[in-house]
């Protein structure tokens, strides 16, 4: 700790630290008041390279729109949801919110709910998505959403730990692995931290990694269907993930956000369709990009009894404590929506906008290709990955912007593999994806 | 990591660790398949005593009430709101639903929001709560609440940080800076965490410690009025920590969640009252004991312009980068009822809640000292203090509990300065209140 004592005496120091001011007092002197704390800045926050992706997208999107006051901008960027909510699940809602100004309806839903997660949701959310799979509603953690709970995750596994993520990535692994200690310092050469370790994933092994090369990871983020890219990992794919996870030991963290835009009969919605992923894989997932609760904030985290700690002990319930001290429970609104989702209606409703955006996803990956790029995804995701060729990705995230008035994802953006590429989000209203379409065929046609 | 070549000849220890499958392949060889994983358990989180202090209370309360069909418990533990929010306010949030299914409103509300929170919503905090102090909207983080912000603080500040922390105190404090490395082990002897800073907050020191116990530490969590003794700390109490932590270049976590409790003129609402504290203070406030929105998941956290890490670099800036990273903005209906509870009718509403409240505590004050107890707190927060003499307050609470069929909170829960007293809770309906003043009368009256 700095020592007063001296400073007091050595004035170039104090300038530079603070300045003094007289204290009340029997014995009236002079003190330090800090104009900084004392607190150094935690070392591994500082690691990180500029802002978070998208509030980075979202600043350069405003500055545009300043200097272009006139611009009909179209987002294909942020995944972010555009169409309404299906009003049986806002209807359930608005009753759940009118509910709680009634005694009898803030005594069951209105005061502290449980961490994780209330017990009617739990079961409905195991009996919907994996009613075929060995998971209990007990295994299901309800949150406020998976980038929450990702950095809740490690904050349970802690620092120091040996982490893979699929390069490109959603850059919330990598940035919340920096935050809490696992990394080294960021490389501007390689444009990769040191420790983690990055499985390229690109049409060269068909977007599924080389898994030798995480054979020291601890911690493995995986993501299917991937978000950029749009890939969805196979039954074959998967068996191959887990076996590499029960080999060496590691546990998989898979994030399955987008696993309702799966079509594809050979790609399993779970990764706990495989045997033995319950004894190595924790799933995340999410209401977001189901059915437009990106802003409601509602998700859900499966850890199923099986997984265990090096020393036997549940992972379960490490993350049971850490939800319960770290967490207060998702919203009671957001829940009474989630129900809604889970209804007969619901599920319906939530399928009709999955294959909205979908046809939304066909339209851009038909007008990529025909106007002769190399397209991946938009199949069994929301996303569209397009090849510009090699091209730095950030140059060509701006040509769009300047000459389309677009705003899409730089695919270096999602870590080095990404460059070169651009992801569409097929997130819109149907008419600004058809112009959006028509904006690009203009300026950017090759055929 | 884990060497598997050993392994497949060490039949024993093959045995202990995992079980030998066959892999297909050209060439079928043994490897290993763990039973559990290589991932060894957070040492950090393997420090932490027992479970979250108010999930083990359900858990006591619940096995009571197993082995007691018929008990009508009334609760006086943890502090849960039971008066049903004012319909101003949940009639905004029903309105706020409805509109989410409107394509106006989706695009209004409905997708991702600010990781920090509407403009609106903080501005409007702003206006109603910091007007007269130099905090701007732009200071104001909203989030899910103060209990998932103090361990967001953890994350930014990082681990092997000094903390201090009132003893008694909210137990999240204690726990999550355990959780993030702060910590060395529990010792049962003084039931404290080593490297800990417990300051004893007691009736002999007015319930203000004796800062000159924190002088090395970086980090002193204080809440006021405070959880559980239910003091409220004076401004001069107020003006001493303040001028402690820029003497000291320390930061000062101020919980103020229970602000609005405030009577006495004498007792700042907001530590930015102090001159000087924007430059060593962040301060965390929630709407769930203001207007009932436990379940709801609303709070904010005042990061001032400021504040400056000792590189000079501004704490708001990684406090941003991290929101962006580990958090997606509070839910927006949420949200939309924050925004009524500042509107003029909402604000009268709140006040009057408050006041019940109040009222509340005042009966629980009253019934103990009538009864001959030493009381502290219930007059500027919702929480009562209940002196037994020293007598262990596990004991005490389970007595309460058998003979009165009341749920109260050990003292010991918040520290071990706390053992010798419980935690009576005003959050209640009038009925049970009194009746529980009822009960405690014919079993624990002294006079």
Known sequence: MFDHTQCVVRSSLLEKLGRTLPVKGRHRKTVIVHANSN???????????????????NRIKMK????????????????????????????????????????????????????????????????????????????????DGSKCDISRLQMMFGSNRRVAVQDPSYPAYVDSSVMIGNTEMYDHASKQYGKIVYLACSSENDFFPNLGLAKDAEL???????????????RDQLIELVRHAKETGSIIIYDAAYAIYISNPNCPKTIFEIPGADECCIETCSFSKYAGFTGLRLGWTVVPDKLKFADGSLVKNDWNRLMCTSFNGASNIAQAGGMACL?????????????????????????????????????????????????????????????????????????????????CSAFGHRENILEAAQRLKESFSRS
């Open 64 to 143: 545009h729109l300043e200097e272009n006051p006139d611009a009909k901008i179209i987002s294909l960027g942020i995944g972010d949801t555009t169409e309404p909510i299906p009003q049986p699940i806002t209807k359930a809602m608005a009753a759940a919110a009118e509910n709680l100004g009634t005694l009898d309806g803030y005594a069951q839903y209105g005061g502290y709910g449980a961490e994780q997660g209330q017990t009617l949701l739990r079961e409905k959310l195991a009996e919907r998505f994996y009613a075929e799979v060995n998971i209990q509603a007990s295994d299901i953690f309800v949150s």
């Open 343 to 423: 209804s007969d209606e619901g599920m319906n409703a939530m399928s009709e906008l999955v294959s909205f955006y979908k046809e939304n996803a066909t339209i851009l990956k038909n007008t990529f290709e025909e106007m002769g790029y190399a397209v991946y995804g938009g199949t069994d995701a929301p996303y569209v990955w397009v090849s510009f060729d090699g091209r730095d990705s950030w140059e060509v995230f701006t040509e769009v912007l300047t000459k389309c008035d677009i705003v899409v994802t730089p695919g270096s953006g999602f870590g080095p593999a990404g460059d070169g590429f651009i992801r």
């Open 220 to 234: 493995i983020f995986f993501c299917s269907p991937n978000n950029p890219t749009g890939a969805a990992a196979t």
């Open 39 to 57: 607190v150094r800045r935690n070392p591994n926050i500082a690691k990180l390279q500029a802002g978070y992706l998208f509030p980075e997208i």
